[in-house]
């Protein structure tokens, strides 16, 4: 039986774990790490399944829906590359499971072809925020900060849910003497904080008159391709006006190498990206390692989307959401993959796998390096120098400093038609992202419940114009126009936190 030390990659933490290999005809298994510094040996729930999510279907290679061998589907993915403009190209990779090195030949590919519609996911975010203030967005902090803080304010923030192993570190600080306050619509699960502040649905913009709250306190955020701009803003002014430091978790493992390595690339915003698909400007993609459907928020719109492409090319490990890409490249799953990435907190982790079959299908139709040249690049890139990896050391550090934002304001929440009194809250997590439908329920209130004469065993409808989903519900302490969701719905956040919606018994 072999034994891998492994990463996993469910979220930005990158706790440490072993996998077993499984002998003949048995599953992998999944091991704690005890040594791991990330996570000290625990996992979440996400974690302790991940032997799990490597037993999905496999990708084949394929050109036009014909199974073919690897290098033609290689060949073929080059001659269709050369024949399109680089205006009408794009290449999206959301780094969950892609190493720095992979990121390094992913955008020289994309260079090769002359394409500047690179998307990491979070490009939008770059425009709003002042240049001084990025290095917040690229880098977090150690957890040591976290254990030593004296004051933590969880901004929206449910860590138990959205950043499991996040939640270990704050009761840590707890223990140290850690004031914990929740600026939340709703307490958060498991009473982890001292204090709640609660914020009324329309009236976000009211925290400001709270200012001072955020004094001498560590503020922990989230950063997704779904928040809303104005929220980051308000945020990063919260920063800037008080003496706190911010700290944005985010959704994607590599997200930090991802950040710092494509920073001088050609960026676009990924939803630019398919708004570009939508009009028929971009007619050839290019998916690393990214269920696109299977990630977004409406997965069949994307699906929709991209059926309007001239030219989908994947390169993934399993299958996806998609049966329209007229080119498939199968790679490795991650834990094979020779290769670092850099978590949240700046350590860089080796991922533990020897395989390079995901690096040299983009060498093969780019530049043609080896694994060595583009490790060192990367290295170089993420200003390692000759410095051994070692997952014991914050490599990557961030320096605090001074930036100025404007006072934000934070638009109310568009929609709100005939019946869209309920407001929808999304709760991401590490299976929201990974395409996963853990909890197959929404959360509502009491009054909600009788309001809309709901019995036990009821499905609840929930719409958003034409989008529509019907599932159960449970009852938890909300305010009473909240609908909340762990689960990703078939319902397209507008332009923030909350989306209206129409909410009714399911007849
Ligand atoms: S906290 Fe994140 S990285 Fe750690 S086990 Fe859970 S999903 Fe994986």
């Known amino acids: 039986m072999k034994t891998n030390s492994s990463i996993c990659h469910g979220c930005s933490i990158g706790c440490g774990l072993y996998l077993v290999e499984s002998e003949e005809g048995e599953k992998r298994?999944?091991?704690?790490?005890?040594?791991?510094?990330?996570?000290?040996?625990?996992?979440?729930?996400?974690?302790?399944?991940?032997?799990?999510?490597?037993?999905?279907?496999?990708?084949?290679?394929?050109?036009?829906g014909k199974e073919v061998k690897q290098d033609e589907a290689i060949k073929a993915a080059k001659e269709s590359l050369k024949?399109?403009?680089?205006?009408?190209?794009?290449?999206?990779?959301?780094?969950?499971?892609?190493?720095?090195?992979?990121?390094?030949?992913?955008?020289?590919?994309?260079?090769?072809?002359?394409?500047?519609?690179?998307?990491?996911?979070?490009?939008?975010?770059?425009?709003?925020?002042?240049?001084?203030?990025?290095?917040?967005?690229?880098?977090?902090?150690?957890?040591?900060?976290?254990?030593?803080?004296?004051?933590?304010?969880?901004?929206?923030?449910d860590p138990f849910v959205h950043y499991p192993l996040l939640a270990r570190r704050i009761l840590k600080a707890k223990k140290n003497g850690a004031k914990v306050i929740e600026v939340s619509f709703a307490k958060n699960e498991r009473g982890i904080a001292d204090e709640t502040v609660l914020v009324v649905p329309t009236e976000v913009e009211r925290i400001k008159e709270k200012k001072e709250l955020f004094e001498d306190s560590l503020i922990i955020g989230e950063l997704t391709p779904y928040t809303n701009p104005?929220?980051?803003?308000?945020?990063?002014?919260?920063?800037?006006?008080?003496?706190?430091?911010?700290?944005?978790?985010k959704p994607f493992l590599n997200s930090t190498g991802a950040f710092l390595l494509g920073k001088d690339s050609g960026r676009k915003d990924l939803f630019e990206i398919l708004e570009g698909v939508e009009k028929g400007e971009i007619k050839a993609l290019y998916l690393l390692e990214t269920d696109l459907a299977g990630a977004m928020l409406g997965g069949e719109g994307v699906a929709e989307t991209t059926s309007k492409l001239d030219l989908l090319i994947e390169q993934n490990a399993f299958r996806t959401h998609f049966d329209t890409a007229g080119i498939t490249i199968c790679s490795e799953p991650f834990f094979m993959k020779k290769g670092t990435v850099v978590n949240v907190e700046g350590r860089v982790l080796e991922i533990g796998g020897e395989s390079e079959k995901g690096l040299q299908i983009m060498e093969s139709i780019g530049k043609?390096?080896?694994?060595?040249?583009?490790?060192?690049?990367?290295?170089?890139?993420?200003?390692?120098?000759?410095?051994?990896?070692?997952?014991?050391?914050?490599?990557?550090?961030?320096?605090?400093?001074?930036?100025?934002?404007?006072?934000?304001?934070?638009?109310?929440?568009?929609?709100?038609?005939?019946?869209?009194?309920?407001?929808?809250?999304?709760?991401?997590?590490?299976?929201?992202w990974n395409g996963i439908r853990a909890k197959?329920?929404?959360?509502?209130?009491?009054?909600?419940?009788?309001?809309?004469?709901?019995?036990?065993?009821?499905?609840?409808?929930?719409?958003?114009?034409?989008?529509?989903?019907?599932?159960?519900?449970?009852?938890?302490?909300?305010?009473?126009?909240?609908?909340?969701?762990?689960?990703?719905?078939?319902?397209?956040?507008?332009?923030?936190?909350?989306?209206?919606?129409?909410?009714?018994?399911?007849?």
């Open 29 to 64: 298994k999944v091991l704690h790490r005890t040594t791991s510094p990330m996570n000290e040996g625990k996992l979440c729930r996400f974690g302790t399944d991940l032997h799990t999510y490597y037993e999905r279907e496999t990708m084949i290679n394929s050109v036009d």
């Open 368 to 432: 043609g390096r080896k694994y060595e040249e583009v490790h060192e690049e990367a290295k170089k890139r993420l200003g390692l120098g000759d410095s051994e990896i070692n997952e014991f050391e914050i490599a990557v550090k961030r320096e605090e400093r001074k930036f100025e934002v404007a006072e934000p304001k934070i638009e109310k929440e568009e929609g709100g038609g005939a019946g869209e009194e309920y407001f929808l809250w999304y709760k991401t997590n590490p299976f929201f």
């Open 83 to 157: 024949g399109m403009k680089p205006e009408e190209l794009a290449f999206i990779a959301l780094p969950g499971t892609i190493t720095n090195e992979e990121i390094v030949s992913f955008l020289s590919l994309a260079a090769e072809f002359g394409c500047e519609n690179v998307s990491f996911g979070f490009e939008r975010f770059f425009g709003v925020v002042p240049e001084e203030a990025a290095y917040i967005i690229e880098k977090g902090l150690p957890f040591s900060e976290v254990d030593g803080a004296s004051k933590i304010i969880l901004f929206f923030l």
């Open 230 to 249: 104005q929220l980051l803003s308000f945020m990063l002014w919260l920063n800037a006006s008080t003496a706190s430091r911010l700290f944005l978790l």
């Open 440 to 507: 197959n329920f929404v959360e509502i209130s009491p009054v909600a419940m009788k309001e809309l004469g709901l019995f036990r065993g009821d499905e609840v409808e929930i719409a958003q114009g034409e989008q529509k989903e019907r599932i159960g519900f449970k009852i938890s302490d909300l305010p009473q126009n909240l609908v909340l969701s762990e689960a990703k719905l078939a319902i397209k956040p507008l332009q923030g936190l909350l989306t209206r919606v129409e909410t009714r018994r399911a007849e």
